[in-house]
């Protein structure tokens, strides 16, 4: 049973940098894609960043491009996501999801992530 634990998140104000981390246990997760989504209130949640099972590729949603970064250290089965320049939109529930297709591609699509963690909570003032 794999499960995922987000961690990192916090009150910072706009400008300011937060790194997310997330830790998978149960199974080694250094041969799927995983990804982070995001939920503001009365919002859906939404596609932020995904990585392949070996870092070699990455895509972001636009509105997060040249901002955020998401990393992985399969030795240590944890991925990141590095924030930069933070602004009141980023506001949101951060959540950590695994694809449990064996070197899958990567994937925008919540449907896609058949594991989840719990959140973790990122506000930002103005």
């Known amino acids: 049973q794999v499960q995922l634990v987000e961690s990192g998140g916090g009150l910072v104000q706009t400008g300011d940098s937060l790194r997310l981390s997330c830790a998978a246990s149960?199974?080694?997760?250094?041969?799927?894609?995983m990804a982070w989504f995001r939920q503001a209130p009365q919002k859906e949640r939404e596609f932020v960043a995904t990585i392949a099972w070996n870092g070699g590729r990455s895509n972001y949603v636009d509105s997060v491009k040249g901002r955020f970064t998401i990393s992985r250290d399969n030795a240590k089965n944890t991925i990141y996501l590095q924030m930069n320049n933070l602004n009141p939109e980023d506001t949101a529930v951060y959540y950590c999801?695994?694809?449990?297709?064996?070197?899958?591609?990567?994937?925008?699509?919540?449907?896609?992530?058949?594991?989840w963690g719990q959140g973790t909570q990122v506000t930002v003032s103005a």
């Open positions: 999801a695994a694809d449990l297709r064996w070197r899958g591609d990567t994937s925008n699509s919540r449907n896609a992530y058949e594991v």
């Open positions: 149960g199974r080694t997760m250094a041969n799927y894609p």
